[in-house]
């Protein structure tokens, strides 16, 4: 399962934050794949068109797509030099698909700031330089390694060595190795180096309770938007607080407590959906009696490796998918109609799964 990593410097809320995504708990038997850690909370991923489809369907459950948030406390400063446990959780860093750097909007005499005061840019840029000096290290390392092999005089060499001195030159200037324009073979060759700054990034501005319904206007949280700006990256202001209140309630209570504090939704719900945009994922639909589902594949994925999420079987078997849009099924109002009107085709092996496909496999045993 795809997995999005919750960083952040000591006191900011992230514990808070992360007990309220594992109060708001997946059913863990509909999720049999996910992780049992203590650090790792499974989501779903809240989408209106799960019950829309079940409205057509009826079927006897509905089960959302999940995806993974795990804990990584306690990076600090110096962690790339190896202080405190810095490099253990840099390594788990290395592990996760996307990060959400929580940062400290809300002021609160009572509780500690590492560096004294609040100051969301400040906190952001430490944070960061660990990550970039963790990356420069790997990045010396390997253009090392590329120029010694570059003297047996072979091209692809040279090539690695242009690419990587292109990432060490942004990573000196304080800028991510996301924020270097590379080409697709250049996408590949960095690829392997698992960089810290390459990942998609998400900042969570933690703001008070006081402010959960107009936390844009937070000026911390404005800041913490112009700084995204720059590097193409989102913020979701939530109050982490708030979130491990109402992780507590379900249906009826919740919706009470939400309309009270004048949500819309829950923070945390905006936040898994900004994460699961964030990693780029697609999600198709299978729709029977028994369940209506919804299934998370990254974008580009074809028909066979599409299956696969469901099974290793249908991959293996794959003979062909019947696909009719989310669209098309909805607007026409049932499966029958839309086969009447030719919109459920009959896709290969090489069909593209779309956003919002919803599908049916045929396989062989
Ligand atoms: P971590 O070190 O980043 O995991 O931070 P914690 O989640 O442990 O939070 C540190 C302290 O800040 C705890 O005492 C929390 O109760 C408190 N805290 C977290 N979020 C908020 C908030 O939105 N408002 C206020 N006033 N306190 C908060």
């Not at 306690?74 to 860093?93: P, R, T, Y």
């Amino acid at each position: 399962a795809l997995k999005a990593g919750i960083v952040g410097l000591p006191n900011v809320g992230k514990s808070t934050l992360f007990n309220a995504i594992t109060q708001a708990g997946a059913e863990s038997a509909n999720y049999p794949f996910c992780t049992i850690d203590p650090n790792v909370g499974v989501v779903e991923v809240p989408d209106e068109r799960l019950q829309k489809l079940a409205d057509i369907v009826n079927p006897n459950r509905i089960v959302p797509t999940a995806f993974e948030f795990v804990d990584i406390a306690g990076l600090v400063k110096g962690a790339s030099k190896g202080e405190g446990l810095g490099n253990k959780f840099l390594a788990n860093i290395r592990e996760v698909d996307a990060i959400v750097h929580v940062v400290r909007c809300f002021v609160d005499e009572n509780i500690t700031h590492v560096s004294g005061k609040v100051d969301p840019i400040s906190d952001i840029e430490t944070i960061n330089l660990e990550l970039i000096l963790a990356d420069l290290d790997s990045v010396e390392k390997r253009i090392d390694r590329s120029r010694k092999n570059m003297k047996g005089g072979n091209k692809q060499y040279a090539a690695e060595v242009e690419c990587f001195e292109k990432i060490k030159e942004a990573l000196y200037n304080d800028q991510p190795a996301r924020s270097v324009e590379l080409t697709d073979e250049e996408r590949v060759l960095v690829r392997d180096l698992h960089l810290l700054t390459m990942k998609p990034v998400l900042y969570a501005a933690n703001v008070s309770e006081a402010e959960v319904a107009d936390g844009d206007n937070n000026p911390y949280v404005q800041k913490v938007r112009e700084f995204a700006a720059q590097e193409g990256a989102e913020v979701v202001a939530i109050s982490a607080k708030v979130e491990s209140e109402i992780a507590e309630l379900e249906g009826e209570d919740k919706a009470m407590f939400l309309e009270e504090l004048g949500l819309q939704e829950s923070g945390l719900d905006r936040l898994i959906k900004a994460a699961y945009k964030l990693l780029g994922l697609y999600t198709y639909f299978t729709a029977g009696v028994q369940e209506v589902r919804a299934w998370t594949i990254r974008k580009g994925t074809k028909a066979p490796q599409a299956a696969a999420v469901i099974h290793t079987d249908f991959e293996r078997g794959f003979i062909r998918a019947e696909v009719v849009s989310y669209e098309d099924l909805t607007a026409t109002g049932s499966m029958n109609a839309a086969k009447e009107k030719g919109q459920l085709r009959l896709e290969g092996k090489e069909y593209i799964v779309q956003d919002g496909d919803v599908m049916h496999f045929r396989f062989n045993v």
